[in-house]
């Protein structure tokens, strides 16, 4: 594909696990592009927002329901983001974001098509190098602080029966709203973390955070990447996010992350957002006038 000369940056965003595509309103004002990606078995029309789900609930048909997700792989994820990004590289630079578990598929993604690629942003996510999964990472003794364990207290069902995992994330019980709160973003008020529980669809495929999702020297290797590192996060520790960072570059050390910093939790507030985009939009405002080319760094 011959690339346009268009100045106008899109960014692709990969959502984590049990996230919704939602839209950054504020670097569409910017002058920016945004695009999410709906990941299989996530999209508006799947179903995972089934009436067993709403109030009140019933809880026996919830967790028995088939899903639009059992036997969803890394793969179908990765083919969901390709597609996006081939669309949109037909109208200028392509950012793709991960965030969290999104970070997989972005790697993978970059992986396929790294041509179509300007520069890729880990906000808090995976980035596997020397170990081949998400999964992996949570055994080592970086992640082995991570509070991920704290949200399986929502599951409901037969995950083998299903083929997914499937948590009630409506659920009034106090005490598991508690700790999902101090491992997803302890800074928020509730009502900030309501909101965001609400937007969380129910189902998980069981086998994606152990699929190989490693970046390649040769592919991946070669876009520029930037990795925004959340100082507060419960979920995704500090040091794993270090370590990562630190293997990437070791991997490919003419190509080092650019790294920023937000003190933020797993899930950033409004308020921790807002500098998040601040870092995209100087990112995107950074690439060299007409050359295609973009630096490293966005402060």
């Known amino acids: 594909m011959v690339r346009p000369p268009s100045t106008v940056t899109t960014f692709v965003f990969v959502t984590g696990a049990n996230g919704t595509s939602t839209a950054a309103n504020e670097l569409v004002a910017r002058g920016h592009r945004w695009l999410a990606v709906d990941l299989a078995g996530h999209g508006s029309t799947s179903g995972q927002f089934r009436l ?3 109030a009140p609930q019933d809880l026996r048909a919830f967790a028995t329901e088939p899903s639009p997700m059992a036997g ?14 081939r669309r949109v590289a037909e109208h200028g630079p392509v950012v793709l974001v991960g965030g969290s578990m999104g970070g997989a598929a972005v790697s993978q993604a970059a992986n396929a098509v790294p041509d179509l690629i300007d520069h890729l942003v880990y ?5 596997c190098v020397d170990l081949a999964s998400p999964a992996e990472y949570l055994q080592t003794p970086e992640g082995r602080t991570s509070r991920a364990m704290d949200l399986l207290g929502s599951v409901v069902g037969d995950p083998a029966a299903l083929g997914v995992i499937r948590s009630n994330w409506r659920t009034a019980d106090r005490g598991f709203l508690a700790r999902a709160r101090d491992a997803l973003m302890a800074d928020a008020t509730e009502a900030e973390f309501l909101a965001v529980l609400n937007t969380l669809q129910p189902d998980e495929g069981l086998t994606i955070s152990a699929a190989d999702a490693r970046g390649k020297a040769d592919t991946w290797g070669r ?18 996010q270090d370590r990562m960072i630190a293997e990437a570059d070791a991997l490919t050390p003419d190509n080092p992350f ?3 910093s937000v003190r933020a939790g797993h899930v950033p507030t409004v308020a921790r957002f807002e500098e998040i985009v601040d870092l995209l939009d100087r990112l995107a405002r950074r690439r060299t006038h007409g050359s295609g080319v973009w630096a490293q760094g966005v402060s």
């Open 52 to 54: 067993s789900y709403q």
């Open 72 to 85: 969803a792989t890394l793969d179908d994820h990765v083919a969901a983001t390709v597609a996006v990004v």
């Open 123 to 127: 906000d808090s996510a995976y980035c």
């Open 223 to 240: 876009i520029p990447r930037t990795y925004i590192r959340h100082t507060e996060d419960r979920i995704i520790p500090l040091a794993l």
């Open 258 to 260: 650019a790294v920023e």
